[in-house]
């Protein structure tokens, strides 16, 4: 969940219109590259895209040729259903990005950096976004779908403010929530984003847990994904809270997983 919600959701805001009629890049410092991949805008700068048909979308991608398709899966997003599948060509990125969007019709815009290109675009209510990475000669992506109809986005600004922890400082953006229920309790993760340092995301944090109650723990032999993630751990009446602090371009993140214990 840490990885896919994240990355999922964070697709669905990086892009942005672009202002003339042919796609144009953004790049955005938080989006980082991987390798070199300099053709990615001549090949998408004079594409020409047709309007999209009547044929549902996940019919049409199973017909872009030299690309395959992993089953579609679907997880929910502060309540609205998002859908998103895994692909893998033997294009490389910039090759595969327009045979999406000419084979397709429902990619419009593009942003890239070296090794990464996003492609968005709406079919009827739905928001897609397509991103490409390179993997050895070819390339390896998600294309996920989410709907942008207004009852919903009214939902999901209701049900991310349900969601807020309550000792999270208000400025702290929930980007993705999960809860899942098992034999040993059950297990919400959430992860936020601040405009703050680590140390300042932290040390607000520590002192709204400490002003409801809450009580440092141990935190063990966790393993770390990166040297400069801070990981903290509390507990308070049968539950047990991991934070996992890292920083991010123009501020930080914290990683949240609330275990109640039965």
Request: include cysteine; hydrophobic fraction near 45%.
């Amino acid at each position: 969940m840490r990885a896919i919600e994240l990355s999922i959701a964070a697709r669905h805001r990086c892009v942005r219109r672009a202002k003339g009629p042919e796609p144009r890049p953004r790049q955005r410092p938080a989006c980082l590259p991987i390798k070199a991949c300099a053709a990615a805008l001549s090949w998408l700068a004079g594409l020409g895209v047709p309007a999209a048909g009547t044929m549902a979308p996940d019919l049409i991608l199973a017909h872009v040729p030299r690309v395959s398709w992993q089953p579609p899966q679907e997880i929910r997003s502060f309540g609205l259903p998002m859908t998103w599948r895994g692909m893998h060509s033997s294009l490389a990125p910039a090759q595969a990005a327009r045979a999406l969007a000419e084979h397709t019709g429902i990619f419009r815009r593009a942003w890239a950096t070296p090794g990464r290109i996003v492609l968005s675009g709406t079919h009827g209510a739905t928001h897609w976004v397509a991103e490409l990475l390179a993997e050895g000669r070819g390339s390896t992506g998600v294309v996920s779908s989410l709907s942008l109809d207004a009852s919903g986005l009214r939902r999901v600004q209701d049900t991310r403010a349900a969601l807020h922890m309550d000792w999270m400082p208000p400025q702290a953006y929930l980007r993705a929530s999960h809860a899942s229920e098992g034999p040993g309790g059950r297990v919400q993760q959430q992860i936020y984003a601040a405009p703050w340092p680590v140390a300042g995301l932290r040390a607000r944090v520590e002192e709204r847990l400490q002003a409801r109650g809450w009580l440092r723990a141990a935190v063990g032999a966790i393993p770390k994904a990166r040297n400069d993630e801070v990981v903290r751990a509390w507990h308070k009446n049968g539950r047990s809270l991991l934070l996992t602090f890292v920083p991010l371009a123009g501020g930080s993140a914290v990683y949240v997983r609330l275990d109640h214990v039965p």
